[in-house]
């Protein structure tokens, strides 16, 4: 009985100290922090009015070499992708048998020549034997006619000789313009022909063209701007952009405007010219063509990659000055390499977003972070 009750005890005093006993409280989860995303200010800038298309490069002179007599090849005086110079000697076919027929034709025209000697003299003789009625009218004709044949044995031989002096001059395959020469079609020992085709390809590339197609409102809107002053491109200056993106150092000038318009895309070739020096503009490449023109003008500017295009068009992600994301709608206007510029929608010093777009929706709190300085590298 007493272990009983002494069990009972033990129990009730545990019991007590069970009860005695705090519970523990569950600590509720830190809020979540804002996204964080790269902002930049939009800014004020002179902007040169533009416009944008594609071109494609053409060489001012493009020279094919080909054969233009038979004969095999004996010299290749160049290095594929050399500079080469007006008059510079690209190939030689072998000259011997031109020779030979120069030579003949220089012995045949000798023989008709003293042929023709002999005709003059018999003509002169048959002249003055009939002037004192020693000899007959018939005679005189028939010298007469000698001579004349003789003569035309001159001028025929004459025509040979030249023909045969052009062949051999056609041995020497020269460049007739500066410029740079492709690879060769073939080698030495083999026999070339008019039939051959192209042996090489000689292109000047300093001066180079740019053509590109420019639609018939663009060419009014110009002329009207400069009144009517557009053919030669007073005042207006071409830039081109390269394939790896990076803008071309050199400035070229509008120069030509065609005459005819392409019905199928009612637009007027235009060809720019640009200096070349280092060969970067090479002859058929696309390049991305800026037209500017006229005096700077004040823009609001962004980086391109703060724009954003759904269905109904094209918008920015601004942050405001209670750190809310807001979508604003914008009209776009010239591009400036890595910024473009904003016709309306957005007012300077407003943040748009350029970095972690992906990450943060209209209405919602963020972390903004200037990335002004790397704006241009944002992707």
């Keep these: 009985m007493k272990f009983a009750l002494r069990g009972l005890a033990l129990l009730s005093a545990c019991a007590a100290l069970t009860a005695c006993k705090p519970t523990a409280v569950t600590s509720p989860a830190p809020p979540t922090p804002p ?6 200010a939009v800014e004020s800038r002179g902007v040169t009015p533009s416009l944008a298309f594609i071109g494609r490069v053409k060489a001012v002179q493009i020279f094919q070499a080909r054969a233009r007599v038979e004969g095999f090849l004996t010299k290749i005086a160049y290095t594929d992708g050399q500079t080469v110079k007006t008059g510079q000697l690209l190939y030689q076919i072998e000259k011997t048998q031109y020779k030979a027929a120069v030579e003949q034709a220089e012995a045949n025209l000798a023989s008709a020549k003293a042929v023709e000697v002999n005709a003059q003299l018999a003509y002169d003789r048959a002249a003055q034997l009939v002037k004192s009625s ?15 044949s003789a003569k035309a044995g001159v001028l025929q031989n ?12 056609y041995t020497d395959i020269t460049s007739p313009i500066d410029g740079r020469i492709g690879f060769t079609a073939v080698t030495l020992g083999n026999l070339v022909n008019a039939a051959t085709g192209v042996l090489a390809t000689v292109v000047s590339d300093d001066p180079i063209y740019v053509q590109f ?17 557009v053919a030669h491109g007073v005042d207006i200056k071409v830039r081109a952009t390269l394939a790896n993106g990076k803008p071309y150092d050199q400035v070229g000038d509008w120069s030509f405007v065609s005459n005819q318009v392409d019905q199928q895309t009612d637009s007027l070739p235009v060809r720019a010219t640009f200096p070349n020096p280092k060969h970067a503009l090479v ?4 390049v991305t063509v800026k037209v500017e023109e006229g005096a700077p003008q004040q823009r609001l500017v962004i980086p ?7 269905q109904i068009g094209v918008y920015v992600l601004v942050v405001g ?37 992906q990450k943060v929706r209209p209405g919602e709190v963020v972390n903004p972070t200037d990335v002004s300085g790397d704006a241009g590298a944002l992707k």
């Design 158 to 169: 004459q025509a040979a000789l030249d023909i045969a002096n052009e062949n051999l001059g």
């Design 35 to 40: 996204p964080g995303v790269g902002v930049v």
């Design 213 to 229: 197609p420019v639609s018939m409102r663009q060419i009014a809107d110009l002329s009207a701007k400069h009144k009517g002053e």
């Design 134 to 148: 020693a000899g007959t009218q018939a005679s005189v004709d028939q010298t007469r006619a000698t001579l004349e």
């Design 283 to 286: 002859d058929g490449a696309f």
């Design 304 to 310: 391109r990659s703060a724009l954003q295009l759904d």
């Design 321 to 357: 000055p209670d750190k809310k994301v807001e979508v604003r709608r914008v009209q776009t206007g010239e591009a400036v390499e890595t910024e473009i510029a904003i016709a309306s929608g957005l007012k300077a010093g407003e943040k748009v977003i350029v970095d972690g777009i």
